[in-house]
């Protein structure tokens, strides 16, 4: 029986108002806040009303700030993030983002990361600290996720052929020094008795690379702007790179040193929205390069180009052809799904530059392989 009155009362909350024939199922006084808050968003024609299970889009911030603490606190996580975007999307309730009282109970997450940046100019000053808090916990959050991965892939890459004699066990080159050492192989004991060891070196004191990340602000790119700008931001920190981050969309803005100081000000730094003339910054970038060989530039867009556009793929094969390793991506989000202009893309790959939508999770792999100067055609087959 009691498993039948669950049953019940789930169907119940799925229901909602049309659940007339449920009710010999009551709720708990739990259940009936998660129905309240399920029901101001999924009932209704969208417009307010003087009910209980109103959305209310006026001046009513306490309401709004309930509702958003009743949902944080009775439905999982991962619910609680498409509820709020359902919020915004069915009922218009930009007022979630821009009352301090709301944005104090929003659940972090790239999301409402997206929609904030979108309307960080109409944030009123009262709201502005609570907004960058926000961010500020969403952008942690991904750098510790990925902070540990990239480095490791860059300083595995760029460190391969550096050498030290300083003797550390856990940086010793294995495969060079038994390569080496492979005279003094003792058939009788079969053993390798080593006469020198080597061993990678464990810093550098000169920058190896120079990175150049090209960055679309145009309205679509939001969430790969976010992990774009922190990727920047790790890649600055570290010692054998010279990172440049430029943002675009008619016009071009340098946003390295921001990158450097803080990712959510180069965050804010970001136009979002706006015509794109990617070409133009191309060529802006191209006056970064001091050595081609030494010099991975990644541009990041929906090439939904507004600009020249063979001026675009004349520069991307130029670059190419000075020895740049050149790469497009054409989304850098958790999904991997992008919309983006296929004839264009399709034109940029014949010029033998990949061009793929990369999730985060694969970025290390492809920034690793990139260094090592291995063929990168392998991540763009799900793509073009």
């Not at 960058?132 to 595995?156: N, P, S």
């Not at 985060?360 to 492809?366: A, F, G, K, S, T």
């Amino acid at each position: 029986m009691d498993n039948q009155n669950t049953q019940l009362r789930r169907w119940r909350l799925i229901l909602g108002d049309n659940a007339s024939t449920l009710e010999a199922a009551p709720l708990s006084d739990s259940e009936q806040i998660m129905d309240q808050a399920l029901g101001l968003i999924y009932e209704g024609n969208g417009q307010d009303d003087s009910s209980a299970r109103s959305a209310g889009r006026g001046a009513s911030s306490p309401k709004l700030a309930k509702w958003l603490v009743d949902v944080r606190n009775h439905f999982p996580k991962d619910v609680v993030s498409v509820i709020q975007a359902d919020a915004i999307e069915r009922k218009g309730l930009t007022q979630l983002l821009l009352e301090p009282e709301s944005l104090q109970n929003v659940t972090p997450d790239i999301n409402m990361v997206s929609n904030l940046l979108a309307l960080k100019d109409a944030i009123p000053e009262k709201s502005k600290d609570s907004a960058r808090a926000l961010i500020k916990a969403v952008v942690d959050q991904i750098m510790k996720k990925m902070e540990t991965d990239l480095r490791r892939a860059v300083t595995g890459a760029v460190n391969k052929k550096a050498h030290t004699p300083i003797a550390n066990f856990s940086s010793t080159d294995w495969k060079r020094t038994i390569e080496r050492n492979l005279k003094n192989y003792d058939v009788a004991t079969k053993r390798l008795i080593p006469e020198r060891f080597f061993f990678f070196e464990r810093s550098q004191k000169q920058k190896n690379w120079t990175v150049i990340l090209d960055i679309d602000q145009s309205g679509s790119m939001y969430e790969s702007i976010i992990y774009s700008s922190i990727m920047g931001a790790i890649f600055a920190s570290m010692p054998v790179l010279e990172t440049h981050v430029v943002a675009f969309d008619t016009n071009i803005m340098d946003l390295t040193e921001l990158c450097r100081n803080d990712p959510v000000d180069a965050l804010f730094g970001f136009q979002m929205g706006g015509g794109t003339d990617i070409n133009q910054s191309v060529s802006y970038c191209q006056t970064l390069i001091t050595e081609p060989k030494k010099t991975i530039f990644i541009l990041i867009s929906d090439l939904y180009e507004g600009g020249v556009r063979q001026g675009l793929l004349r520069r991307l094969a130029s670059m190419k052809d000075d020895g740049v390793i050149v790469i497009t991506l054409l989304a850098l989000t958790d999904s991997g799904r992008p919309d983006y202009d296929k004839a264009l893309g399709k034109e940029i790959s014949n010029l033998g530059v990949p061009c793929f939508a990369c999730t985060p999770d694969q970025l290390p792999e492809m920034i690793g392989a990139a260094l090592k100067g291995h063929d990168l055609k392998r991540f763009e087959t799900t793509t073009l």
